[in-house]
């Protein structure tokens, strides 16, 4: 017997009803244009399941997957029907070879008032341990898990299948959602313990200082296991973000953006767009409420007029809006939201996150002010 497949190939002018309105034509060129990524991704993986760039392969590898699984390109899916699913399980495969297990992680900010299973100590599962994806250190005096661990972690949550159970390295016989917890004690323990950079993260587990670009990848990461593995964000984790927030967003009125390591831009007002990104995140992660406390309680100790989680939110949005057009030459990095792709990504993701948290449905749209336009 003799066995035949098919494909079928689907041309679609812009006369089309599929596509005859400007907003219709742009998703087809968007659809064609992630096709065109996976295509690339699938192509590109190396023989051991990672992808190339970065020193561990880590990071890159977390963000193909995330691509992937966010295109229901699943591990769990039938690989006779999708020719995805097994690169997906080698990418899994490849984070669980690469994850370390750390014992007994300290965390001094967290208390059992504000969630935390006891004083000191980021383990919400109690099992005496936490779970990185990387080495904590690579480098010296710096390092790379402040990407490569949120970046690998919002990669598991995305696989949406919590019950399934790790096959290799270290994780073994955990299921994904044991697995994504101890990941999150892991980012807890993480955390800037001291003033002024208190409550965000950077390159390296606790380190001196914090960066909103790193910030932002633990945001994703939480918002990820919260949303597809029902795992809720302790209280102290999140009231500490609370407390980095504020830190890193002016308290002025007006159009007011997130900086980067303080509450200034990383060069002038254009080049605000990614880490006011970054903030918008945030301010939705922290209201991935905990059993204890309501969302914004550390906001609201500040005073007048950013004194709660929608007053920052607006005057970032504000911010946003009146900067959208605006870009800085010579390709600086997170310049404006036009023809970088790392900022127009972070801030796409923000809005997105920011839907969420004003409760629009689905096909709404954030709308943005400038100048009196919407």
Request: with cysteine; aromatic share 8%.
């Given at each position: ?12 002018d812009?006369?089309d009803a599929l596509?005859d309105?400007?907003?219709e ?12 990524g ?6 590109s ?21 995330w691509?992937m699984?966010n295109q229901g ?20 495969d ?8 750390i ?9 059992v008032?504000?969630?935390?299973t ?17 080495p ?5 005096g710096g390092g790379d898990?402040?990407y ?18 790790v ?16 990941c ?22 606790n ?11 633990h945001?994703v990461a939480?918002?990820?296991?919260y949303?597809?593995?029902g795992?809720?964000?302790?209280d102290w ?7 980095n ?6 308290n002025?009125?007006?159009?007011v ?11 002038n007002?254009?080049?605000g767009?990614?880490t ?12 991935l ?6 969302a ?8 007048a ?7 920052k939110r607006?005057a970032a949005?504000?911010?946003l809006?009146?900067?959208w057009?605006e870009?800085?030459p010579?390709?600086?990095?997170a310049e404006?939201?036009r023809?970088?792709s ?12 920011t839907a ?15 100048m009196?336009?919407?």
């Amino acid at each position: 017997n003799t066995l035949f497949d098919t494909v079928e190939i689907a041309i679609i002018d812009h006369s089309d009803a599929l596509s005859d309105t400007p907003l219709e034509d742009q998703q087809i060129e968007v659809n064609i244009a992630i096709d065109e990524g996976l295509r690339n991704l699938y192509l590109s993986q190396s023989p051991g399941g990672s992808w190339s760039g970065s020193a561990t392969g880590i990071a890159p590898t977390g963000f193909s997957l995330w691509a992937m699984q966010n295109q229901g390109h699943l591990a769990t899916n039938n690989s006779d029907e999708d020719i995805l699913s097994e690169r997906v399980q080698a990418g899994l495969d490849f984070l669980f070879n690469n994850c370390q297990i750390i014992s007994n992680v300290d965390a001094p900010n967290a208390d059992v008032a504000r969630g935390a299973t006891a004083n000191g100590k980021s383990d919400m599962n109690s099992n005496g341990q936490a779970i990185s994806f990387g080495p904590l250190m690579l480098g010296g005096g710096g390092g790379d898990w402040g990407y490569e661990h949120p970046i690998a972690t919002a990669a598991l949550a995305a696989s949406v299948s919590p019950g399934e159970v790790v096959g290799v390295g270290p994780a073994a016989g955990m299921t994904y959602a044991e697995l994504g917890e101890d990941c999150l004690d892991m980012i807890g323990a993480g955390q800037v313990d001291n003033m002024p950079h208190r409550g965000g993260w950077r390159y390296s587990p606790n380190d001196f200082s914090s960066d909103m670009s790193i910030n932002s990848w633990h945001y994703v990461a939480m918002e990820g296991l919260y949303v597809t593995f029902g795992i809720d964000i302790p209280d102290w984790i999140l009231q500490e973000s609370e407390t980095n927030l504020v830190f890193l967003q002016a308290n002025v009125a007006g159009p007011v953006p997130f900086g980067y390591d303080t509450t200034n831009r990383l060069m002038n007002f254009a080049a605000g767009h990614a880490t006011t990104g970054g903030g918008l995140s945030g301010l939705y992660a922290v209201e991935l409420q905990g059993p204890h406390t309501s969302a914004g309680t550390i906001i609201s100790m500040e005073p007048a007029p950013l004194s709660s989680i929608t007053a920052k939110r607006d005057a970032a949005l504000e911010y946003l809006g009146d900067y959208w057009g605006e870009e800085v030459p010579g390709g600086a990095f997170a310049e404006g939201n036009r023809g970088n792709s790392y900022a127009m990504w972070t801030v796409a993701r923000a809005l997105r996150l920011t839907a969420f948290a004003q409760g629009l449905p689905s096909g709404d749209v954030v709308l943005l002010e400038n100048m009196g336009t919407d």
